[in-house]
């Protein structure tokens, strides 16, 4: 089939690489003009595995890049993968995604024959067809459910493993409310479904397609707070954390995956979906008061963090490695990173911080560009008071040897990626 996308940032150009790869011929929509040249020169415009190789691949033959709307008039079907950011009360900002589906409205106002729609921004329940649709309506002249019909398919995509987790899925969710949404839909997924050897499709209504993520999400999200206060518990009665959590994971109820117990959680998902679905219940009177425990648990986590290193090193002039600034291993994404937060607390108390991640430094030094970044890690841990491991990157579970260049070696871990072992004051989280 022929699919535009709208958007070229993780989920876009993810999508747009992954449904090139099952056979599709695939459009990307973008404003940023440095965005569309990399697409079309072959390069991924950000780091995540597999996708470099994807867009090398296909780029100039089934995938391309422009900065104009009227491409999506020579395709069946477009997907809306614009950002949707948190707003300070939690709920998210519709902004971008109005702009783009206006300008989507106004394109295919000049197509001849029926458009489908297809949000793939995370939104709150309603916002496809009582906010995106209306728009569609206005700018294309179309009626709704004849000239343009409109979908929602969430993504489920975590950084760092996104394209395999695009290419063989556990679920495949379409939601519609018009059948002809619904076979274009099928069209575009049943040669991804046929690849990834049958997950199972669920096709539901727009809006419950929307809940499913946040739904997903939340239960995720909640699944980590809660084996972090598990793992709480045990440290103050001074039980092995891991013992407990790995024997609960054996039970099929619960099963092992994110019970992981750490400084919690982060990314451009977890919290700004969590805190939307919290505003959006708030704002039909009902307080979701599981969802709000989570976020209350994990914002505890990194000033946890802080106060082991406390225990054993007085932050203010002491010169503190923070070893993993990326939210989570395998991306250079520091939104809503535990070191954000551990950081701005270091600064505050009179700490001297040398940062290092072996993908997301630059990144980070936008938000801090004052404190100190090294270019590996046994650099930012010659010398120092103190390390923090914030991020579990597999290469600090092999440093070893450079902690002996420590001024005191002092580790506090918040990911248990480090072995304890004689000549180091080895501190976990939990």
């Given at each position: 089939m022929d699919i535009s996308i709208v958007g070229s940032g993780y989920v876009g150009?993810?999508?747009?690489?992954?449904?090139?790869?099952?056979?599709?011929?695939?459009?990307?929509?973008?404003?940023?003009?440095?965005?569309?040249?990399?697409?079309?020169?072959?390069?991924?415009?950000?780091?995540?595995?597999?996708?470099?190789?994807?867009?090398?691949?296909?780029?100039?033959?089934?995938?391309?890049?422009?900065?104009?709307?009227?491409?999506?008039?020579?395709?069946?079907?477009?997907?809306?993968?614009?950002?949707?950011?948190?707003?300070?009360?939690?709920?998210?900002?519709?902004?971008?995604?109005?702009?783009?589906?206006?300008?989507?409205?106004?394109?295919?106002?000049?197509?001849?024959?029926?458009?489908?729609?297809?949000?793939?921004?995370?939104?709150?329940?309603t916002t496809t067809e009582d906010v995106i649709a209306p728009i569609l309506e206005a700018e294309s002249g179309r009626a709704l459910g004849e000239g343009v019909h409109v979908g929602m398919n969430p993504e489920f995509l975590r950084e760092g493993s996104a394209v395999e987790d695009f290419l063989s899925p556990d679920k495949v969710v379409l939601g519609s409310e018009t059948e002809y949404a619904a076979e274009t839909l099928r069209a575009v997924f049943d040669p991804l479904v046929e690849r990834a050897g049958g997950p199972p499709v669920v096709e539901t209504g727009v809006a419950e397609a929307e809940m499913i993520k946040y739904a997903n999400n939340g239960f995720l999200a909640a699944k980590i707070s809660l084996a972090n206060d598990i793992a709480n518990v045990c440290a103050e009665y001074g039980i092995d954390s891991e013992a407990v959590l790995s024997a609960i994971g054996l039970d099929h109820r619960i099963g092992s995956e994110f019970l992981e117990a750490g400084v919690g959680w982060g990314g451009s998902c977890f919290p700004k979906d969590v805190a939307a679905i919290v505003a959006a219940a708030r704002d039909v009177g009902y307080e979701p008061a599981m969802l709000e425990a989570a976020i209350e648990v994990n914002d505890r986590q990194p000033v946890r963090l802080l106060g082991r290193l406390r225990d054993h090193v007085d932050p203010d002039g002491a010169r503190?490695?923070?070893?993993?600034?990326?939210?989570?291993?395998?991306?250079?994404?520091?939104?809503?990173?535990?070191?954000?937060?551990?950081?701005?607390?270091?600064?505050?108390?009179?700490?001297?911080?040398?940062?290092?991640?072996?993908?997301?430094?630059?990144?980070?030094?936008?938000?801090?560009?004052?404190?100190?970044?090294?270019?590996?890690?046994?650099?930012?841990?010659?010398?120092?008071?103190?390390?923090?491991?914030?991020?579990?990157?597999?290469?600090?579970?092999?440093?070893?040897?450079?902690?002996?260049?420590?001024?005191?070696?002092?580790?506090?871990?918040?990911?248990?990626?480090?072995?304890?072992?004689?000549?180091?004051?080895?501190?976990?989280?939990?």
């Open positions: 150009t993810t999508v747009a690489a992954c449904f090139a790869e099952v056979g599709h011929d695939v459009v990307n929509v973008d404003i940023d003009e440095d965005v569309v040249a990399s697409i079309n020169g072959g390069r991924a415009p950000i780091h995540e595995p597999g996708l470099e190789e994807l867009i090398e691949t296909h780029a100039g033959e089934s995938l391309r890049a422009t900065t104009d709307y009227a491409a999506v008039r020579d395709t069946d079907v477009t997907f809306l993968a614009l950002p949707t950011p948190a707003e300070d009360d939690g709920h998210i900002d519709l902004s971008i995604l109005k702009v783009g589906a206006r300008s989507l409205g106004a394109a295919i106002a000049e197509k001849d024959g029926a458009h489908v729609v297809v949000t793939k921004s995370t939104v709150v329940p503190v490695a923070v070893l993993g600034l990326a939210f989570k291993p395998g991306t250079g994404d520091v939104r809503n990173s535990r070191a954000i937060p551990l950081v701005e607390a270091l600064v505050d108390a009179g700490a001297d911080v040398v940062g290092y991640d072996p993908v997301a430094t630059e990144n980070f030094r936008a938000e801090f560009p004052d404190i100190e970044y090294a270019g590996s890690a046994e650099e930012a841990l010659a010398g120092a008071d103190a390390a923090l491991v914030v991020t579990d990157w597999p290469e600090f579970a092999e440093l070893d040897s450079a902690f002996d260049e420590m001024a005191t070696p002092v580790v506090v871990d918040g990911r248990r990626v480090v072995t304890r072992r004689d000549g180091i004051v080895y501190e976990p989280l939990v």
